[in-house]
Structure formats: structure tokens, C-alpha cells
């Protein structure tokens, strides 16, 4: 424009996060048992994995079940576990479109199978770099860190390393997201919560936001764009001026 300068937008977030909430009240609301909804929320992860391609996002990482939710009734964590081990297979369409796949958590908590399963995935996709889509499963922010702090402890008390050799960056690369990943640009939460639930709390120290009141099931291919757009307007200061 001739007289007015133009507002400068940010390029595309590189690395976008999504809390995956809501698929329990969908279900409420049509009478169903919450597992219905968790299915249906499973099909809008591939939907929006696919078009976040298409955005520009080169790192995805979505929230599927938090260290906290194994305090749901055991019938819904058993609909999780099976969902998950459907999914599983269906990341073989991402990996043929060269989607690399990753998982971030402790995978104590899962049964053999399914940690052979994640193990598997990730070996075959793993020179891929098209898209990197990380799944957080049985993952915490505070179990993260924690885990951090102890795998650095035990190279102090095993004589590889001094307290003061540790660094924000070595601490970084000891958590689940590695010294690879990026620290996340925009997080994105449907269904009207305002909070991160543990969710990459290290990695978000400087992101952005979204929010919208969308149950996951219906969250769109526009939504996300909103809140890409959205972020593209957002000024990043990271404490300079
Ligand atoms: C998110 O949906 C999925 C998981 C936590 C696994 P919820 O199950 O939390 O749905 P609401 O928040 O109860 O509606
Ligand atoms: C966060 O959602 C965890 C996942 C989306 C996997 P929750 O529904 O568990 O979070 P709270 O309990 O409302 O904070
Ligand atoms: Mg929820």
C-alpha cells in the first residue's frame, strides 16, 4: 500500500501444538458414551494432520492422553488403549506420505504390545522429514522435567558430568521432545478450557495461544487456519523491545 504501512505478518508457526479436548461433552451432547466421542476425535486428528501440511507447520504435536488421565474410569482409559492401538496401524498412511512419527511420555505405562507398536513406527519413518508428527502419550510436563532431572543426576553421580556443566540447552535435550524438536509456536486448545493441563510446559515457555469453544470432533480445517492466521498476527517479543 502507498501511504500506510503494511502489517508485517509472521511467517507460519513451525511447530504447533493441539490439546485434543472436548470429545467427551460431543458425545454428551448426543446422548452418547464418551468413547463415541474419542472415536469421532480420532478422525478429526487425521483431517487436521493433513491439512496442517498444507499450512506450512513442519512439527505437530498433539495432547492424546495426559499422565492425569488414567484417573478416568477404567472403562474409558480401556477405549483409549484400544483406540490407540488402532491408530497405531492407521500411521502407516502418514508414514507412506514420508510423515516422520514420534512419540513423547513415559512409555512404562503401556503394555508391550503397544510400546512395540510406537517403537515400530517410529524406526520406519524415521529418515522422513515431510511433516514430524508427535503423539504425547501417558505425557506430562512435570514427569518430563522430572525425568530430565534424573537422567542428569545419574551422569553427575556416574562422574560424566559437573552441576555446573548443565544448561538450559542440556536439560532441553534431555526431555522427551529431544534436542531436535523445537520449542512449540502456537498451542491451540478447543472446547472452551483455558489452561495447558501439563501439557509441553518447558517447551512453551515463550508460544502462543489459541482458543476457541470447538469440541475436539468438530474442530475444522478453518479452525485451524483461524488460529494460524491468528498467530500470524501476533507480535513475538521473547522480552526484547
Ligand atoms: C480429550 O477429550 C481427550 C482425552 C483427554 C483423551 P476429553 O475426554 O477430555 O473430553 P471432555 O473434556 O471430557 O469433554
Ligand atoms: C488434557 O485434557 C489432556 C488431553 C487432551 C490428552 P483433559 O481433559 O484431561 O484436561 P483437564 O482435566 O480438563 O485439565
Ligand atoms: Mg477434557
Not at 2 to 14: F, I, N, R, T
Not at 60 to 89: G, I
Not at 102 to 124: A, C, P, T, V
Not at 208 to 229: G, M, Q, R, T
Request: hydrophobic residues 35%.
Amino acid at each position: 500500500m502507498a501511504d500506510k504501512k503494511s502489517v508485517e505478518l509472521l511467517p507460519p508457526p513451525v511447530h504447533v501444538g493441539i490439546i485434543m479436548d472436548g470429545n467427551g461433552r460431543w458425545a454428551k451432547k448426543r446422548g452418547l458414551p464418551r468413547k463415541f466421542g474419542h472415536r469421532e476425535g480420532a478422525k478429526t486428528f487425521k483431517t487436521i494432520t493433513r491439512h496442517a501440511e498444507t499450512l506450512g507447520i513442519k512439527y505437530l504435536t498433539y495432547y492424546a492422553f495426559s499422565t492425569e488421565n488414567w484417573r478416568r474410569p477404567q472403562d474409558e482409559v480401556d477405549a483409549l488403549m484400544d483406540l490407540f492401538d488402532k491408530y497405531l496401524d492407521e500411521f502407516d498412511s502418514f508414514i507412506k506420505d514420508e510423515v516422520r512419527i514420534r512419540f513423547i511420555g513415559d512409555r512404562s505405562g503401556f503394555s508391550q504390545h503397544l510400546r512395540d507398536k510406537m517403537k515400530q513406527k517410529e524406526d520406519i519413518s524415521a529418515h522422513f522429514t515431510k511433516l514430524n508428527l508427535i503423539i504425547a502419550a501417558n505425557y506430562g510436563g512435570r514427569d518430563e522435567i522430572t525425568h530430565a532431572a534424573r537422567s542428569l543426576a545419574e551422569d553427575v553421580k556416574a562422574g560424566k558430568l559437573e552441576p555446573s556443566d548443565i544448561s538450559e540447552e542440556l536439560l532441553q535435550s534431555r526431555l522427551y521432545t529431544g534436542p531436535d524438536i523445537p520449542s512449540v509456536d502456537l498451542i491451540i486448545r478447543p472446547s472452551g478450557e483455558l489452561r495447558l493441563s501439563n501439557f509441553l510446559i518447558w517447551q512453551s515457555a515463550y508460544a502462543e495461544y489459541y482458543f476457541n469453544n470447538i469440541l475436539w470432533p468438530d474442530f475444522s480445517k478453518k479452525d485451524l487456519e483461524d488460529a494460524v492466521a491468528a498467530y500470524r498476527t501476533r507480535n513475538r517479543r521473547f522480552g526484547g523491545v
